[in-house]
């Protein structure tokens, strides 16, 4: 069943159209990756869906609503965590104030008890968070920071999370624990869109996949059969 669906989005900056009428599907449960050169689109697509762009025209349907007319809060509300390109923590607070702000949108509501139970959550999946936990968050490491921005996402109790290039500027051995964790909060429940310019990492690990290049989608289908095609090989495989 579709948890998110975008039919036909186009999204500009000022003149310039970024994206090209694209229609995705991402269903429950799902590992979809999102892959494309430099440029093609892959932020703005990400940005459009969580509301800190507007699309244009064309519809974002999620959870059996429509996301077009609300905020990017509201989109968190719904039930959509973006952890962002380049982690973007709050390096001048510690890691355990970042977790706190990350359920910002419903601390009133469910209260400090079960937000604390959540940052638990969260500790019990990166103990390096932990033990971290009074740590200023710009001092940390870029794999630290990387699962921080992670964190953060989760205490929003999202059911989709959006990822845009979390394997950007890390080392291989942290990359494969990072896809690990990635590929547990699926079984944990969540359903992950997921950008990745490791096209053959993001498909390895996926059930699915997009191909976008200068703004439309290009390719989509099941993740292995787009590891094997001849133009994903040659454009993004180095095949
Ligand atoms: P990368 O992998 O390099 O981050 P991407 O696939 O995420 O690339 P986007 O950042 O979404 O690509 O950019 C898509 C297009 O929109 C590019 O041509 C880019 O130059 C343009 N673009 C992005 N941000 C802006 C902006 N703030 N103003 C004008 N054009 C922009």
């Not at 975008?6 to 269903?27: C, H, M, P, R, S």
């Not at 394997?167 to 690990?180: H, M, N, T, Y």
């Amino acid at each position: 069943m579709a948890l998110l669906t975008l039919n036909n989005v186009n999204t500009f900056y000022g003149q310039i159209q970024a994206l090209k009428d694209v229609t995705l599907e991402v269903n429950a449960g799902e590992i979809v990756a999102l892959v494309g050169a430099n440029g093609a689109g892959k932020t703005t697509l990400l940005n459009t869906i969580s509301g800190l762009l507007p699309a244009k025209s064309g519809t974002i349907q999620f959870d059996n609503q429509s996301l077009n007319q609300k905020s990017a809060a509201q989109i968190v509300k719904a039930g959509i965590s973006h952890v962002p390109e380049h982690r973007q923590v709050f390096g001048d607070m510690t890691v355990h104030d970042n977790l706190l702000l990350g359920a910002y949108q419903r601390y009133r509501k469910v209260g400090m008890k079960k937000v604390e139970a959540d940052i638990d959550w969260v500790y019990n999946i990166f103990p390096r968070l932990k033990e971290r936990r009074e740590q200023f968050s710009r001092t940390m490491s870029g794999g630290e920071q990387q699962m921080l921005a992670i964190g953060r996402g989760m205490m929003a109790r999202p059911k989709l999370m959006l990822f845009d290039e979390p394997s950007l500027g890390l080392a291989p051995l942290i990359v494969k624990d990072l896809f690990e964790v990635i590929s547990n909060l699926r079984s944990e429940g969540m359903t992950i869109l997921l950008v990745e310019q490791n096209a053959r990492a993001a498909l390895r690990l996926a059930d699915r996949g997009y191909v976008l290049e200068t703004g439309s989608v290009e390719l989509e289908g099941e993740a292995e059969a787009l590891l094997s095609d001849d133009r994903v090989q040659k454009a993004y495989l180095g095949g």
